[in-house]
C-alpha cells in the first residue's frame, strides 16, 4: 500500500475525503494515521458548525460549541498530515482505478474516495436567514430532539411540521414536556386520522397553519392562523435536502430519500467508493457520523492494502509529534 506522494491539491492521493464535518475529519485522522495519503474538501456547511452547545458529545461534560469541536478534529487532522481546503467538488468521475474530481481551483485524482457530504435542514420559509440564524444561536429554534431535548424539559415547545414527520417528533418530544404543539405549515396540515389520535391521546395540542415567525428576545412568537401564541423554542419538522448529487454522478445506489446506500463497512455499490456520517441512511448523530468514519477509513485501508500489500511509510510521518 504505498503513499502517493505528496498530498497537495491539484496531485495524487489515496483517498479524498469530501465533507469536512464530524465524519470527514474523523476519517481524515484514521487515514493519515494509517500513513495513508489523504485530502479533505470542505465547502464549509457542515451542520455542525451551527450547534450552539453540544452536551451529548462523550468526554465533554459541560458541552462544547460546534465551532469548537470541528476546530478541535481539524487541528489533530493537521497533525498527523491531512491535507484540509476550503472548496466545492462540481464534478466527479471515474479515471482509471481511480476517481478525478473537480472544483473552481483544480482537478483532484484520488485512488479512492470518501463522500461524507451531510445533509441540509429545510428552514422555515417565514423566517429571514438572520432571523433564523439568531434564533439558532440562542437557542430558540432547534433541529435534533435527540440532540438537545434534554435542555428543553419542561419547556412550551412548538413542532413546526405536519404528517409523519411531524406526529413523529412531536410524540418524541411529548416524553420531555407536557406542553408540546404541532403547527401547521403553510399549507395546512397532512394527518391521518390515525396521527390525529396518537397525537391527542399523548396530549398533543394541534394547531392550524403558521403565517408568521417572529425571534424575540427569549420567546419564539408565532402567528398561528390570526392568533400570536409564544413558545420557549420551536422544532421546525419540515425534513433535510441528502447532499448526494456526487455519488449519482457515479451511479451509486439510493434510498428513496436520496441517502447513500452502503455495506456494513460503508462501501457503496461503486468499487472505491465510500460514505459515512448524515448522508448515508441512518441515525444523524455526531457520534454515529465519527463511528461510521473510522469503519470507512479502516476499510479503505484494507482494501488498499489489498490491492497494493507493500506499505511504504513516509520518512517524516511522526516529524514533530509528542
Known amino acids: ?6 498530498n497537495e491539491v491539484g496531485t495524487h492521493c489515496d483517498c479524498l475525503v469530501i465533507g469536512g464535518g464530524p465524519a470527514g475529519l474523523t476519517a481524515a485522522i484514521y487515514l493519515a494515521r494509517f500513513h ?39 487541528r489533530q487532522a493537521r497533525t498527523y498530515g491531512a491535507n484540509l481546503r476550503r472548496g466545492t467538488v462540481t464534478e466527479l468521475a471515474r479515471e482509471g482505478d481511480g476517481f478525478l474530481a473537480t472544483t473552481a481551483q483544480s482537478a483532484i485524482r484520488a ?19 438572520a432571523d433564523h440564524d439568531r434564533g439558532l ?33 412531536a410524540l418524541f418530544l411529548r416524553s420531555y414536556s407536557t406542553d408540546v404543539t404541532l403547527v401547521a405549515p403553510a399549507g395546512g396540515h397532512t394527518l391521518s386520522e390515525g396521527d390525529v389520535a ?6 398533543v395540542v394541534i394547531a ?36 448526494s448529487q456526487l455519488a449519482g454522478q457515479l451511479g451509486a ?28 441512511l441512518g441515525l444523524d448523530q455526531i457520534t454515529h457520523a465519527t463511528g461510521e468514519a473510522g469503519v470507512a477509513a479502516t476499510t479503505i485501508r484494507n482494501d488498499l492494502a489489498a490491492a497494493t500489500p507493500a506499505v511504504v511509510r513516509r520518512p517524516d510521518s511522526r516529524r514533530g509529534l509528542p
Open 36 to 74: 495513508l495519503s489523504v485530502t479533505v474538501i470542505d465547502a464549509g456547511h457542515s451542520r455542525a458548525a451551527s450547534i450552539p452547545m453540544s452536551r451529548n458529545v462523550p468526554g465533554f461534560p459541560e458541552g462544547i460549541t460546534g465551532t469548537a469541536l470541528l476546530d478541535r478534529m481539524r
Open 253 to 280: 445506489s439510493l434510498s428513496d430519500e436520496g441517502c447513500l446506500l452502503v455495506d456494513s463497512h460503508q462501501r457503496t455499490g461503486v468499487p472505491g467508493l465510500y460514505a459515512a456520517g448524515d448522508v448515508v
Open 198 to 203: 396518537r397525537l391527542t391521546e399523548a396530549g
Open 1 to 6: 500500500m504505498k503513499s502517493t506522494g505528496t
Open 137 to 169: 444561536t440562542s437557542g430558540l429554534i432547534r433541529y435534533c430532539p435527540i440532540c438537545d431535548g434534554y435542555e428543553v424539559t419542561g419547556q412550551r415547545i412548538a413542532v413546526l411540521g405536519t404528517g409523519e414527520r411531524g406526529r413523529g417528533e
Open 208 to 243: 392550524g397553519a403558521c403565517r408568521t415567525i417572529r425571534i424575540g428576545p427569549d420567546k419564539v412568537e408565532m402567528n398561528i392562523e390570526g392568533a400570536v401564541q409564544a413558545f420557549d423554542t420551536m422544532y421546525p419538522a419540515l425534513g433535510s435536502d441528502i447532499c
Open 111 to 129: 485512488r479512492t474516495v470518501l463522500l461524507a457530504t451531510g445533509v441540509i435542514n429545510r428552514r422555515p420559509p417565514m423566517l429571514s436567514e
